[in-house]
């Protein structure tokens, strides 16, 4: 007898750079990839967002929770290509500053959403100074 073993909700799937997976979103009616992770450094999470996936009511893009809670699946820092801009943020300032929201009716995972005004590098500075989380953020990209 066969045993089907339950699928993770999120996996990593290695791509042919070793320090970059495709992240894999296993939902119960369909699986998607929704983004890159570079393990590189601190790790940087990499999706693509077009206005399809704007939250109009907050003028807000979102992230998977599950991605954004679970410390295993290593990444300190975001970038969200949005219509042509390159958007920052970081795991923690979702995590702290983002609105929780899940759309099951239209079959969507739960999400933290952050505003897009609040998506770049300059935001982000001044709560991890905050905070007291500065690292070298996003040094690679200047």
């Given at each position: 007898m066969l045993h089907n073993k339950p699928k993770e909700l999120i996996q990593l799937i290695p791509t042919k750079h070793s320090n970059v997976f495709n992240v894999q979103l296993n939902l119960?009616?369909?699986?998607?990839?929704i983004g890159k992770i570079d393990s590189a450094g601190q790790g940087t999470f990499i999706t693509n967002r077009?206005?399809?996936?704007?939250f109009r009511k907050l003028n807000a893009l979102g992230i998977?929770?599950?991605l954004l809670s679970h410390s295993?699946?290593?990444?300190?820092?975001?970038?969200?290509?949005?219509?042509?801009?390159?958007?920052y943020s970081t795991r923690e300032y979702f995590l702290k500053k983002g609105k929780t929201f899940q759309f099951s009716k239209k079959g969507f995972e739960v999400q933290?959403?952050?505003?897009?005004?609040?998506?770049n590098l300059k935001t982000v500075r001044y709560f991890e100074r905050s905070t007291g989380f500065q690292d070298d953020l996003f040094q690679y990209v200047a």
């Open positions: 119960e009616c369909q699986t998607r990839f077009t206005e399809k996936h704007l998977n929770h599950f295993s699946i290593p990444f300190k820092n975001i970038v969200i290509n949005y219509c042509g801009k390159k958007l933290q959403f952050v505003p897009i005004d609040e998506l």
